[in-house]
């Protein structure tokens, strides 16, 4: 087998730079440099101006280890300021039969819980990790839904965003023949700061009318997508205000409270084994991996 790669992966890598504008193309088709126009008037180039603000990032984490039919899971959730000041926490263990989608639909659950509990502190943004259009398509629960909706109150004071630095929506541009998602041309525009316009992603009902801005705090850094429900006449003024925000407390183009919110919940494979030998299932046969790092 080692004196087959050394052979083939040579070939491999003289094949794909000699047809790299091939597969690339793919990708781009003949539409590419349409759509990159049509991005480009969505697209605002804007110089970020640090402003004071309260901020917090809510992230959660969760991890199993299967034993003989049955799994010793771990969830959690925190809510942390930029200050590094933990306010508030949620947690559920146990030892059950329990799939990976029933994990992470509780995990979103303790997400919005904690939010509500967070607002009662009136921070200027509520950070909550990870795009609420995936949340709401992968936890179709009703009641997880109408848990989403009560954060929306019209004595609402605080922004509550859900930011990812990933996605797949083709919500903006497939109409025009787009093969990547929206971001993918977004990125393509170039490395300024800036933001693009709002847009409304119709792909789940209008009682949660959500709104999708991309953004990037800090030159030469990728994107982040920031999705806001129940505004969907947010001007051109007030996601400048919303972006100098941001930026007041990020590192590196993303929110410093939500990278400290991932460090703080981050379930990995240790801890589960720790859980593990604490109820004396270290040595159980049968005993398979944790699926999270």
Same mark, same amino acid.
């Given at each position: 087998?080692?004196?087959?790669?050394?052979?083939?992966?040579?070939?491999?890598?003289?094949?794909?730079?000699?047809?790299?504008?091939?597969?690339?193309?793919?990708?781009?088709?003949?539409?590419?440099?349409?759509?990159?126009?049509?991005?480009?008037?969505?697209?605002?180039?804007?110089?970020?101006?640090?402003?004071?603000?309260?901020?917090?990032?809510?992230? &959660?984490?969760? $991890? !199993?280890?299967? =034993?003989?039919?049955?799994? #010793?899971? @771990?969830?959690?959730?925190? /809510?942390?300021?930029?200050?590094?000041?933990?306010?508030?926490?949620?947690?559920?263990?146990?030892?059950?039969?329990?799939?990976?989608?029933?994990?992470?639909?509780?995990?979103?659950?303790?997400?919005?819980?904690?939010?509500?509990?967070?607002?009662?502190?009136?921070?200027?943004?509520?950070?909550?990790?990870?795009?609420?259009?995936?949340?709401?398509?992968?936890?179709?629960?009703?009641?997880?839904?109408?848990?989403?909706?009560?954060?929306?109150?019209?004595?609402?004071?605080?922004?509550?965003?859900?930011?990812?630095?990933?996605?797949?929506?083709?919500?903006?541009?497939?109409?025009?023949?787009?093969?990547?998602?929206?971001?993918?041309?977004?990125?393509?525009?170039?490395?300024?700061?800036?933001? &693009?316009?709002? $847009? !409304?992603?119709? =792909?789940?009902?209008?009682? #949660?009318? @959500?709104?999708?801005?991309? /953004?990037?705090?800090?030159?030469?850094?990728?994107?982040?997508?920031?999705?806001?429900?129940?505004?969907?006449?947010?001007?051109?003024?007030?996601?400048?205000?919303?972006?100098?925000?941001?930026?007041?407390?990020?590192?590196?183009?993303?929110?410093?409270?939500?990278?400290?919110?991932?460090?703080?919940?981050?379930?990995?494979?240790?801890?589960?084994?720790?859980?593990?030998?604490?109820?004396?299932?270290?040595?159980?046969?049968?005993?398979?991996?944790?699926?999270?790092?």
């Amino acid at each position: 087998m080692l004196e087959l790669s050394r052979v083939l992966l040579p070939d491999l890598y003289l094949d794909a730079i000699k047809n790299k504008e091939k597969k690339l193309s793919s990708i781009h088709g003949d539409e590419f440099d349409d759509l990159l126009k049509i991005a480009s008037t969505k697209w605002v180039e804007y110089e970020p101006v640090k402003k004071p603000s309260f901020s917090v990032g809510v992230d &959660s984490s969760w $991890n !199993k280890k299967s =034993f003989q039919g049955i799994d #010793l899971f @771990v969830i959690d959730s925190v /809510a942390v300021s930029s200050h590094n000041q933990v306010l508030g926490s949620k947690w559920d263990y146990g030892i059950s039969n329990i799939t990976g989608d029933s994990l992470s639909a509780k995990a979103m659950k303790m997400e919005i819980d904690l939010t509500k509990c967070v607002l009662d502190q009136k921070p200027d943004y509520v950070c909550v990790d990870g795009s609420i259009i995936s949340n709401l398509i992968h936890n179709k629960n009703v009641s997880y839904r109408e848990n989403v909706q009560s954060l929306f109150g019209n004595d609402q004071k605080s922004d509550v965003l859900f930011i990812s630095k990933n996605s797949t929506s083709k919500n903006q541009f497939k109409e025009f023949g787009s093969r990547a998602a929206d971001i993918y041309y977004y990125n393509k525009l170039g490395y300024k700061t800036g933001f &693009s316009l709002a $847009n !409304k992603n119709n =792909f789940i009902s209008d009682t #949660l009318a @959500v709104v999708e801005i991309y /953004a990037r705090l800090t030159a030469y850094v990728p994107l982040i997508k920031i999705e806001i429900i129940n505004r969907t006449h947010i001007t051109k003024p007030e996601i400048q205000n919303l972006v100098d925000g941001l930026c007041y407390h990020s590192i590196k183009g993303y929110p410093y409270c939500l990278k400290l919110a991932h460090q703080s919940c981050k379930i990995t494979n240790n801890d589960v084994k720790r859980l593990a030998s604490l109820y004396g299932f270290k040595n159980e046969f049968g005993s398979r991996d944790s699926l999270n790092e």
